[in-house]
């Protein structure tokens, strides 16, 4: 009887996203198994591609031609059982395609020919040394014996200044043998040893709170500086004590060198790094590492999830709320649902860290579906700084229009002359077009939506939730002043305006555009550690993991950018970025302060973020969600569809809405808002538009869609480019 395999094809195209049968040739029946990496003849002009072989089955095909697998790949068993399990996984759960899933498993590059780097190395050789040789040729050998496979020839030739008549014959002698060596393009860097703690009473309670529980899923909830990283270290050290392998995942922004070097300090140089600036041959070399049991640490940005490994023991996810954790391309995974997939299939247990856990997370804390750990202290048990609101209408009204409150100048300038240092926060990343009253505060809004309305530049404002649309009002609705503004002022501006207002301070600022250059991150932190700057100003960069006991005063410049976000989290986000920034204030000896900018002084937000009281703030979050049908009590589903053809967009978009309506009346509270347009509404000459489903949105239904939507765009694949999210991070 033949063999058969089923096998996914590596292309985009969407009506190739299934298996295709293939026929296993005699010659390489015993070499062939799932998850192999092969390369077939595909299409009319049968042009050789990599495939994907995902189940293999014998049996008697007849009547129709099947092609043969042509070869096998570079690198034998790509992909494990379980991986394929998850691949499964990913296509059901985010709506993707086989090969996107796939792509997430294996290095990028792999497939393009990216393999280990190799040196010739001299090493000690295979025969014994008698006595005479070792004395004649002593510091050669011993040079090598201490850096045995570390040097080639040449090195030691022209760098250590050894004579390569010497090392030839000892070479051809047998002493000395020349050897090929693995280079790793990464992780050769030194690191300083960060010996281990011993650990507070908290610590140990939550720790044996993990071991204790039956649960596998635990979310440590703990403030800013309550020693979380401790207890992530200790339960790394724990698995390693068990031949098992960790994994500790961070938001890409807080894998600074300092936290590397504080996991390299500890667990050694066998920690493998892995994030999205990785060149692809530094990507092989951590997967490598990982899949050959080199590396039993893993630190890493989201697709550190996806690395090889073996015998896993515990999966760590600090700052579990962040939003990068959720990705943007396909597929759309959320990196925290993938932890439990494989918490399941490997068995073992998974940490969400926090100290403002995402709503979604904080609920099945409390619903007791996960355990909740609590660490409510910093470490040493110093308070947490003094928040302090500043209502900036009122210095409007008594004519003070510039950036600072005269709170926040006073304050500056005094932490200058006490020579401390000052972190100033503007969150840029928020869209700069929500209009409000700076008289009173008053912010436009949709009434369906309850989310801000986004300017346009016709004078028009639109809820990019609903469509709705209305002419922009010069004068507020609720206390008719005239003093109706758009907001938008970016880190830049707020430098041009710190060096016009404190001429002598020295100024730093980190954003995208100052952190561009491989080191840049690291020297301004640098410069801002070794106090040669005062002040540093920034976006979200710097509102965490940054630890500088020299800072005393942090500026919240505009909390209403985050605020006012067309966006259903912005309450939430507003809420975990206060507290983040707040604490990177106070960290040292002396007490902490922080000042909060903003035009809307009673939003809850901001209120409870003041008095540092989560639940109260979850509660009141969890009534408003609720309401709305919004996460965790609803889901969102977004089709998002771009084109530079605004006819066919359109035409598109009207077509899906037809046949949405239908699948849509077939489901109980589910609610269609759009086609509208979105919210940045052409990038690069193409159109954009959108649906958005809101509601009991379930896997079923928003396959359905999914389905739908790929039929309908294949009619239409060279003109419109199609997505589609679950619970999307933004709606621009
Ligand atoms: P978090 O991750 O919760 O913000 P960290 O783990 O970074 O907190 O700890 C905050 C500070 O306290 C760090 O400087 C850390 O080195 C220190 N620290 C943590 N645990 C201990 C301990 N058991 N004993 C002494 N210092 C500790
Ligand atoms: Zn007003
Ligand atoms: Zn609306």
């Not at 050694?268 to 041959?281: I, M, Q, T």
């Not at 690395?307 to 959720?326: Q, R």
Request: proline share 2%; glycine share 6%.
């Amino acid at each position: 009887m033949k063999k058969y395999a089923e096998i996914i094809i590596n292309s985009d195209a969407l009506d190739i996203d299934k298996p295709f049968t293939y026929e296993i040739p005699e010659e390489l029946k015993h070499e062939i198994k799932i998850g192999q990496w092969v390369k077939v003849p595909f299409g009319v002009k049968n042009s050789l591609v990599d495939g994907f072989i995902l189940s293999i089955k014998e049996e008697e095909i007849k009547g129709i031609r099947i092609k043969k697998i042509k070869s096998i790949g570079a690198i034998e068993s790509l992909l494990s059982e379980n991986d394929l399990k998850l691949i499964y996984f990913i296509r059901e759960s985010y709506l993707c395609k086989y090969i996107d899933a796939i792509k997430l498993l294996i290095p990028q590059g792999i497939l393009k020919g990216t393999k280990n780097k190799y040196k010739m190395v001299v090493a000690i050789g295979d025969n014994s040394l008698d006595s005479n040789t070792l004395n004649k040729y002593k510091d050669i050998i011993s040079f090598i014996k201490d850096n045995n496979g570390k040097f080639n020839k040449s090195e030691l030739v022209n760098l250590y200044k050894f004579s390569l008549y010497k090392i030839n014959k000892l070479v051809s002698d047998g002493y000395l043998k020349i050897e090929e060596e693995i280079v790793y393009r990464y992780n050769n860097k030194k690191y300083i040893e960060y010996s281990e703690r011993k650990l507070t009473e908290d610590q140990i309670k939550v720790l044996n709170q993990i071991k204790d529980s039956n649960k596998k899923i635990f979310l440590l909830k703990g403030v800013t500086g309550s020693g979380k990283t401790e207890i992530y270290m200790k339960l790394v050290s724990e698995a390693i004590s068990k031949e098992k392998s960790a994994i500790i995942l961070v938001p890409e922004i807080s894998l600074t060198p300092q936290m590397i070097e504080r996991f390299k300090g500890r667990f050694g140089r066998e920690v493998a790094v892995f994030h999205s600036k990785l060149s692809d041959g530094e990507r092989y070399d951590e997967w490598y590492r990982v899949k050959e049991c080199k590396a039993k640490v893993i630190i890493g940005a989201r697709s550190a999830l996806f690395l090889p490994v073996s015998n896993l023991g515990v999966i760590i996810i600090d700052e579990e709320h962040e939003n990068t954790y959720k990705s943007e391309q396909n597929p759309r995974y959320v990196t925290r649902e993938i932890a439990e997939f494989l918490s399941e299939v490997k068995d073992c247990k998974v940490i969400l860290g926090s100290a403002t856990p995402s709503i979604e997370t904080y609920y099945r804390a409390i619903t007791g579906e996960i355990e909740l750990l609590e660490l409510n202290n910093r470490v040493d048990n110093k308070p947490m700084p003094i928040m302090d609101i500043v209502d900036m209408r009122e210095e409007l009204n008594s004519g003070n229009i510039s950036m600072f409150s005269r709170k926040l100048f006073t304050e500056i300038k005094e932490a200058l002359y006490r020579k401390e240092q000052i972190i100033l926060f503007l969150n840029r990343r928020g869209f700069s077009t929500f209009v409000s009253c700076r008289s009173c505060g008053y912010v436009f809004k949709c009434h369906k939506c309850d989310i801000s309305m986004t300017y346009h530049k016709n004078g028009y404002l639109i809820c990019h939730y609903c469509g709705y649309t209305e002419r922009q009002q010069k004068i507020c609705p609720k206390c008719k002043s005239k003093y109706v503004k758009h907001f938008g002022a970016g880190t830049e501006r707020v430098e041009e305006e710190v060096k016009k207002y404190f001429k002598d301070a020295r100024v730093l600022r980190m954003d995208v555009d100052t952190t561009r250059s491989k080191n840049a991150h690291e020297d301004i932190y640098n410069l801002f550690k070794n106090r040669k700057g005062d002040i540093l100003i920034g976006t979200q960069m710097i509102s965490k993991g940054l630890d500088f006991e020299n800072v005393t005063l942090v500026g919240i410049l505009a909390a209403d950018m985050s605020i006012n976000i067309p966006d259903y989290r912005s309450a939430e986000r507003t809420f975990q970025i206060v507290t983040q920034v707040a604490g990177r204030a106070g960290r040292g000896a002396k007490e902490g302060k922080v000042i909060v900018q903003t035009y809307n002084p009673d939003h809850y937000s901001l209120n409870y973020a003041k008095s540092y009281n989560y639940e109260g703030f979850y509660n009141e979050e969890f009534t408003a969600r609720g309401l709305m049908y919004y996460p965790p009590f609803g889901k969102i589903l977004l089709i998002n569809a771009s084109s530079k053809n605004e006819k066919i967009l359109m035409d598109f978009m009207a077509l899906l809405k037809d046949n949405f309506e239908k699948i849509k009346d077939e489901y109980n509270n589910v609610e269609m808002l759009g086609p509208v347009s979105c919210i940045i509404s052409k990038i690069k000459d193409n159109y954009r538009w959108q649906i958005l489903f809101k509601g009991e949105l379930s896997l079923d239904f928003c396959k359905k869609i999914k389905d739908k939507l790929y039929q309908l765009n294949k009619n239409v694949y060279n003109e419109v480019k199609a997505t589609i999210d679950i619970n999307p991070n933004n709606l621009t």
